[in-house]
């Protein structure tokens, strides 16, 4: 009985080995594609960041000039900005920190939401120092965020029509 069962899984075995070559097409055919991942262009933290600059000052002029549902946009870009470093740099140390912007992110949410111009205010100004909190903490003191003096976004009309 014993022979018997060993017999059974000799077969099973030889059955099992690849006769056609697929398994070797595979191989090449996944190690191409992952090649082609890794050589794909994801774009760098600093070019996200940028963007978050922007929409940093966007969502100033937007808020200044009571243009909620532009702020709400800017406010959202911001949010898809931070949310594609901690997906698309997560390897990065600096990403693990960007959770600490949230409070102040939420605070402009609710400000945006109810209209509140006093509180905008606010709420900017806890943005804006708790970019400056995540900077210091991630060796980045260097880069300071301020409040926009002049808009600098000529093609674009902040107030509300």
């Not at 959202?76 to 912007?101: C, P, W």
Request: proline content about 2%.
């Amino acid at each position: 009985m014993k022979y018997i069962l060993a017999f059974i899984i000799f077969i099973f075995i030889l059955s099992c080995k690849d006769k056609s070559g697929q398994t070797g097409k595979l191989r090449i055919k996944i190690d191409s594609l992952e090649n082609i991942i890794e050589n794909s262009y994801k774009p760098g933290f600093g070019e996200f960041m940028s963007s978050v600059q922007t929409h940093h000052a966007k969502l100033w002029f937007a808020g200044k000039n009571k243009n909620w549902q532009l702020a709400d946009f800017e406010i959202h870009e911001i949010i898809e900005a931070l949310n594609n470093i901690k997906k698309y740099q997560s390897s990065r140390k600096e990403s693990k920190s960007i959770d600490m912007i949230i409070p102040a992110i939420d605070s402009m949410k609710e400000a945006i939401k109810n209209k509140n111009q006093q509180f905008f205010n606010h709420s900017y100004m806890s943005l804006t120092n708790a970019c400056n909190k995540c900077h210091a903490l991630t060796n980045f003191e260097f880069n300071i965020v301020k409040v926009p003096e002049k808009q600098t976004f000529s093609n674009q009309d902040f107030k509300t029509k």
